[in-house]
């Protein structure tokens, strides 16, 4: 009988965790970046985000960033304008 070898897709664990971000109080009054991973479905998923935000959360302004491509990495630049812009960043991983 043939062998059959078994591959399992996971990676190893990184032994450097990072620690989420700190989260805030309240949305209210706050600029929040949303992050297009440029994915067919983002946008008009970031769009219901944004309405939602702002009706339900009182969010003060929204900035869009949109990446060039959902297989590349955010850019560095547009990860400093986020975090110089924003108090809250969303990012969208729609299909």
Request: glycine residues 8%; hydrophobic residues 45%; proline residues 7%.
């Amino acid at each position: 009988m043939p062998t059959i070898e078994l591959l399992a897709p996971v990676a190893g664990v990184a032994g450097n965790a990072v620690p989420l971000a700190k989260r805030v109080p309240t949305l209210a009054g706050r600029v929040v970046g949303l992050l297009n991973n440029s994915k067919a479905g983002t946008r008009p998923f970031l769009d219901r985000v944004e309405e939602l935000l702002r009706s339900a959360h009182g969010v003060s302004r929204t900035i869009r960033y949109d990446k060039k491509a959902a297989a590349l990495p955010v850019p560095d630049e547009m990860l400093e304008a986020a975090a110089r812009e924003c108090e809250v960043v969303i990012n969208g991983i729609a299909d």
